[in-house]
């Protein structure tokens, strides 16, 4: 397994911008596609968007589709979500995980290792 550090997370207007990363230490040479999660007070952790092992795949909810973007570093030990145009309904504490497969998957039982989350407040 891989240890992941997210960080990036805060409060801010709607219509504001972040940009959350996470951090890949360990075993890295073992991890391959890398996803971001989402979990709203009340609801279920949800998908957010995954990118495969090389990058050159990704896939987004639609939910954010358009407004949010994701990639990886070109040392491939860290990740990205660009979160533009955010929403009150955006709130919510993010994940990153990591899959030892090489594709971009969408469900959260294939992601094997996960971060402890960072908080993103949006407010209106």
């Known amino acids: 397994q891989v240890q992941l550090v997210e960080s990036g997370g805060g409060l801010v207007q709607a219509g504001d911008s972040l940009r959350l990363s996470c951090a890949v230490s360990g075993r890295t040479f073992s991890y391959g596609a890398m996803a971001w999660f989402r979990r709203a007070p009340g609801r279920e952790r949800e998908f957010v968007a995954s990118?495969?092992?090389?990058?050159?795949?990704?896939n987004y909810a639609d939910s954010v589709k358009g407004r949010f973007t994701i990639s990886r570093g070109n040392a491939k030990n860290t990740m990205y979500l660009q979160m533009n145009s955010l929403k009150p309904e955006d709130t919510a504490v993010y994940y990153c995980?990591?899959?030892?497969?090489?594709?971009?998957?969408?469900?959260?039982?294939?992601?094997?290792?996960w971060g402890q989350g960072t908080q993103v407040t949006v407010f209106s």
């Open positions: 990118i495969s092992q090389s990058g050159s795949t990704s």
């Open positions: 995980a990591a899959r030892s497969g090489t594709q971009a998957m969408i469900a959260t039982r294939l992601y094997d290792s």
